[in-house]
């Protein structure tokens, strides 16, 4: 096993403006095999200007890695203001500890994050596979397609401790989300396959979708007024009633599957 | 005297270019054609009255030489500057501020992102089905507003445009359309309407869904009341889209900025769609500015994207919401800002004003306003339209130029973005060196 | 100071000037070929490739379909993207590349000229404001003029002198270059949401399709036009339209062109020429349209041939793209234009596992190699609407290694064994052919080698590409490669890519045409024009025409009327 821990410097984010870091280049693959002057070479963006890892980061690297996969990513400080944590990523594991910006996991294929608190929008945009663990908030489009794209997460498993934002799931077509708390307006929005589960409510969910399931534990609050209901089904020793949608689309295309308690 | 017609207004989204203006000893004095609002503007107002620089919390008057050096220190220097604005000026002086943008590696946003951006978003989903505005004089039988009263925010567009205007199959004006009006009071506009929905705020979304089911024939399905309108109201107006030849939905910042945002337009666009399946329907935003629509086209075809553009890896990375200049203020990205033709002291939110008091201001403007109160440095202009000539693009995307009517002393916003980006070009070199 | 440069040794093919693979000294002074230089810089051609620089007949590269293609694709927009440099600005898009982008690329590929395809009158100023920032690139625009209520009332009462001066105000009006035709008639019935085909009546204005064809003809050739209409015929991308396609060619057989010239360029003919009556039934009817063109003269064609993968469709034919839309089910934009045009948007999947898109590839390629004159048509994508411009390389290979396309068919479709022809084909065209209808025949079906584009004969203008590849190369991927990325092209006599990368991005020149009109009939027409401007239009007239301010670098073609 490799621990490659890499802390923010504190002087980065104290001045009157917080720029960002984009760090997709800080991922176990791209790091694998690389000792520690190298990974402190390695380019990342601040702002309109590429830096050194090493100048931004506080940069220490403890075992080896005999693989990818044995390669793990501890990122510290404030990092609030530090984008694209594990975006693209293929494998090995990054854990970021404190709320962390926007874009985590997104475009990510395989391998483990987990956010110890929370992750801002864009969280698993686009993911194609691999586990996101975010234990605090995620902010809105988790899991969601880029802009104009007509798919969102294709696979993987993505579960969030506490509440999400606007429209998580949006376009999604496979994998899964677990969502404890509740979620904002438009959960599962255009989904076309895959599953979101979510244990706390939600508000109105599954507008526009085509396919995938949505489980809602907690309230639907302004349920679409263009699903039908189809009557009641039993999961894990409870009731729920059991909708298709979205009729929006037209009868042909709703084969998405609302179950609300 | 002079008198120049076919004058065309740089005030809103409208663009009427049949005014005329009298014109005596290089000052407008008479307007006529003109809304009330756009001839305030054409008979001019108080002036920014010469570049300036703040010097220990006050302005002190300078040069433009002076102003347009210091403005280029400012921006060479930053780290992620913000260049915010460009939609009331014209597409000349939008194209050098991309440009500029590109050099020094900035976030360019435009004044959408605070109005009509949802729309953009919406139209990346679903696409727009749209037309020119002469489209909707000649042929529109049925007119929509959804959340927007054009009778005070834009005066001459239900007279020029759609419901009053008279065209080819609508020779008599209003008396061969209808007018529908969902708003959440009774507006002005909604008080002429043929039918009236009151909907509950923040529920467009829902009564959007519910026409679509309707109109695609699942009348089961949608409950009694939806967004507080009852199902009877919805049936009749579903029924007024079917029998209509050529229905137009017009919408406004009423549903762009209120619950939904985006995907209310998303929705709205679906509506339309839904509609086009049983006859002839289009869907227009109602633009604000007299130039948004422009600066959100010259930005599309420079750099692919129309607002929200960050530059600062010398490609286009597009992401409204993460590069939307209040996001960016709210969060404190921006260590500079560069605000020309906009009024972000009036019009963004408290704590973004906050963080734009701690970093340098460039204002580029023909008029004073809350901006100038903290803008580091400021820079008078020709006004576009009056003093200066050049390209729009009214809400309908129809290119229009701007005339030239009084000559001026200041500098027009095209020359003084030329000469900062000179300057920030000849910093750079020297800083190569 | 006189620039000279001499390309010396080059394997040269200018088919306009029958040069035909001969090792070839160019000499250029001043942005001109000359016949001698005395102290020129020097580009070593020694074996390589040299042809004129590259004219496209028919793109959609700039104005407002276009953008509305960019604006709603950005996920299309990060497909392409490239950082600035010191030459270049930034670059983003694929099939909708940004405009910067355009012209680079182009340039790469060793063209010079390219034709945006269809101007909406209304919004002419937009696509001046886009050609203008596309750097390198001389380029010129076609006006559409074939569903202006104008044009129909003039059809109907039958007055071609008027319909005549309507043209030429129109043209002159929106900076243009000729007359383009898009489903006539069926634009307009799109307002309604309805469409024509060619002898339906459009609603309300009681003319045909046929006749507003035949009547753009006779008006087209009243002036010494230098193209003949350009024309996108109705029922496009249907099942069984190829006799829709080859009746509309017939309407304008017996019209006397100007000049030695076609008096129709049918565009895209790939979407023109299906066979069935279902997309289940569907197959190539390419075998028919290239028989009619082999068998006559009045009509020249460009392909429109098939690149596979995803790509943005638009044009000004509405209803096709309404059709398109409903059968893919992605994002749609219209944009009705009033009383000229309108325009749909889409974007659009090719895939060689369709039957359907397999035996439209087919189709593009076999017109190719069917229709026996090179000199009768040209290659295109009708960028981006069967592909973007990027993929011209590809086709190129294709038309030239029989190998080539019998691996590609190998991996598609297996209906192209059934439904097409393209399997059965053996014909590969040469670097000569390839020439012609990529420079030769396109700037001479546009009169542009009149005015120096096109071929190297002295006095030409200097626009050349040097491609890096040996005429004797039968290797379908380094000709690919090689026309993807020239070795030098130079525009003007200025280097403008070297080895691949463009090393200059000069302003390109924009090419229109003022057909001159008798004024008394000026003067008539412009009484009818200008009622509807009061009337109908929602701009007025004198804010209408296109101001010099939009064309900066202006190359201006007099069209005397012919007595």
Redesign the interface.
Known sequence: MQTIRLKLKEEITSGNAKIPIDVDSLTPDKLFGKNEAEIKAVKVWWGNREENTGDLFDVSVEGEAGSVEEVKIVMEGDLSRVKHIGDGMKAGEIEAIGDVDMHCGAMMTGGKITVRGNADCWAGREMRGGELIIEGDAGDNLCAMYRGEMTGMTGGKVTVGGNAGECAGQYMAGGEILIKGNTSILTGLNMKGGKITIEGDAVMPGADMTGGEITVKGKVLDMMPSFRFVGTTTIEGEEYKKYIGDLAMTEKRAKGVLYVR | MVEI??V?CSLCGCVC??IVVEVEDNKVTKVKGACAVGKSKLMGHGRIESPAIRENGELRDCSYDEAIKEAAEILAA????LLYGWSSTV?EAD?VGI?LA?E???VIDNTASVCHGPS??A?????????????V???ADLVIYWGANPAAAHANHMK??SYIS????TEEGKKNKKLIVVDVRKTATAKMADVFLQIEQG?D??VF??L??LL?G?E????EV?GGIPKKDLLETVKMMKEA??GIIFFGMGVTHT??RH?NI??AI?TT??A?TH??F?IMPMRGHYNVAGI???C???????FAVD????????????QSATDLLI?????AALFIASDPGAHFPGESIR?LA??PVIQIDPFPNPTTEFANVVIPTAISGIEA?G?V?RMD?????LRKLVDTEYMADEEILERILEEVRAIKEKEGE | MVEELLIRNGVVYDPINGVNGEKKDICIRDGKVVEEVRNPKVIDAEGRVVMPGGVDIHAHIAGGKVNAGRLFRPEDGRKGREAKTKVCRAQSGYSVPNTFATGYRYAKMGYTFVMEAAMPPLAARHTHEEMVDIPILDNAAMPLIDNNWMTMDYVKSGDTDLLAAYIAWMVKATKGYGVKVVNPGGTEAWAWAKNCDLNDAVPYFDVTPAEIVKSLAVANEKFEMPHSIHVHGNMLGHPGNYKVTTSTYDLVKGITPYRDRPTMHATHTQFHSYGGTTWRDFESKAGAIADYVNKNEHVSIDLGSVILGDTTTMTADGPMEYSLYQITGRKWTNHDVELETGSGITPFLYSGKVSVHTIQWAIGQELALLIKDPWKLALTTDHPNAGPFIGYPIIISMLMSKRRRDESAADMHKVIYDRAELPSIDREYDLYEIAIITRGMTAKTLGLHEHGKGHLGVGADADVAIYDMSPEEHDAGKIQKAFLNTKYTIKGGEVVVKDGEVVAAPAGRTFFVTPECDSKLMEEMLVDLKAKFEHYYSVSFNNYPVQDAYVPNPYEIKAPWRS
């Not at chain 2, 990346?124 to 002469?134: F, H, K, M, N, Y």
């Not at chain 2, 008279?166 to 199959?169: A, F, R, S, V």
């Open positions: 017609t076919d065309v270019d049949d930053a780290r992620r500057p597409c194209k440009e590109e020094i590696g900035a953009v978003l139209i990346q989903d679903v696409g727009l089905p749209s037309c020119t505005l002469g489209e004089k000649n042929r020029r445009y008279k065209g080819y199959w529920k979304y829902l869904s519910a679509r089911a695609y699942y089961d399905v949608v409950p939806v030849k050529f619950r939904g995907n998303v929705n679906q769609r839904a086009h006859t002839k289009n959100n086209q010259v599309t075809w420079e750099t692919g994207y129309p530059l600062s890896r010398g490609y286009a990375w597009y992401n409204p919401g993460e969060r404190r990205e921006c260590d963080h701690k970093i000539e390209n693009y995307n129809i290119p229009i130029r």
